[in-house]
């Protein structure tokens, strides 16, 4: 899918850090979490977050302009690791592309797309060897078309298991 030629896309600046975090937030409404269990401290939280991983860990976010309002962003980073990594970084470098978000409105429009390939390029950019997400279920088919596989990760819901 083309992009309309009324859509800039580009790389985020850090001055727009606040505008991601609203968009992060968005993202997970619309996939149903309730406001009372969000802290309310997420702008914060955000913005703190995406900080310390442009430092540390080579983050960059893109996003979607139409007319000068941001209309989408996305952002990736290096794989800080849930474990020691004992592998040489040459076979397994991961990158982590995340806080895939384009308004309602905008959406269908092949913004996500474009967004998600500069994460990509840049992930690859900074050395990764592979890059992961974490897919909403509506967005598996757009991330299976760029190429992303099924993966191995496996889900336990504790709360439910602690209930049976």
């Not at 500069?118 to 088919?141: D, S, Y």
């Amino acid at each position: 899918m083309e992009l309309p030629a009324s859509v800039n896309i580009r790389a985020a600046t850090p001055q727009e850090d606040g505008v991601i975090a609203e968009h992060f937030y968005r993202m997970w409404r619309d996939l149903g979490i309730d406001d009372a269990v969000i802290l309310p401290q997420w702008p914060t939280l955000c913005t703190e977050f995406i900080a310390h991983a442009r430092q540390h860990l080579h983050y960059q976010a893109y996003v979607a302009e139409v007319a000068g309002a941001i209309v989408g962003s996305a952002g990736g980073q290096r794989f800080a690791g849930l474990y020691p990594w004992i592998i040489d970084l040459a076979h397994r470098q991961y990158g982590y592309i995340w806080g895939v978000y384009v308004e309602p409105e905008y959406r269908h429009r092949g913004i996500a797309t474009r967004l998600t390939q500069l994460v990509v390029e840049h992930l690859q950019g900074i050395g990764c060897t592979k890059a992961v997400l974490n897919a909403a279920p509506k967005a598996r088919p757009l991330y299976q078309r760029l190429g992303f596989g099924d993966s191995n990760l496996m889900e336990l819901d504790l709360r439910k298991k602690a209930e049976g």
